[in-house]
């Protein structure tokens, strides 16, 4: 069914022969999984296939978490991503929606470009540790999180 060297490509051939509606779920735990713009650790999910008219729907949910670098305090924390999505890979061209999937002929699909896609569109463009992180001291770098510093209580006098 997978494939131990591409983790997220699946056979669906067995599927292909099931009557309309039959319907399976893959479980997905993968530790460690690197795209060239994102790592992603904990790759955890589960995708389920199913049979229709037109080819297979695919309904699947992951969760991961990344590496980021907080934008206020510059600390490193693991952010989390979820995301979910539905894709029909269908049987012929002139069932195409607009995302363009097909099922191949050896009947794999990679549902790696997919994950990479959706788990992007996750990932916040302004990375928190928290959403109530303080950040640094503008004048001297203290992580305000960890510490006040004389700067801010002259500021706050100031106001």
Avoid: W
Avoid at 6 to 15: A, S
């Amino acid at each position: 069914m997978t494939n131990n060297s591409k983790p997220l490509r699946i056979n669906v051939g067995f599927l292909l022969n099931q009557p309309v509606g039959a319907s399976r779920d893959i479980p997905f735990e993968i530790p460690r999984f690197a795209f060239p713009e994102i790592e992603l650790l904990d790759l955890t999910g589960e995708v389920r296939l199913t049979r229709t008219v037109q080819g297979v729907l695919v309904q699947a949910s992951f969760d991961a978490v990344k590496a980021e670098e907080c934008v206020r305090c510059l600390a490193e924390f693991m952010q989390p991503l979820n995301a979910s999505f539905t894709e029909l890979f269908a049987y012929k061209t002139n069932a195409l929606t607009d995302s363009g999937l097909l099922v191949p002929d050896n009947g794999d699909i990679d549902l790696a470009p997919l994950v990479r896609e959706y788990l992007l569109l996750e990932v916040p463009i302004k990375p928190l540790c928290r959403p109530d992180c303080k950040g640094l001291c503008v004048v001297c770098g203290a992580d305000l999180n960890v510490e006040s510093c004389e700067h801010q209580q002259e500021m706050s006098q100031e106001e």
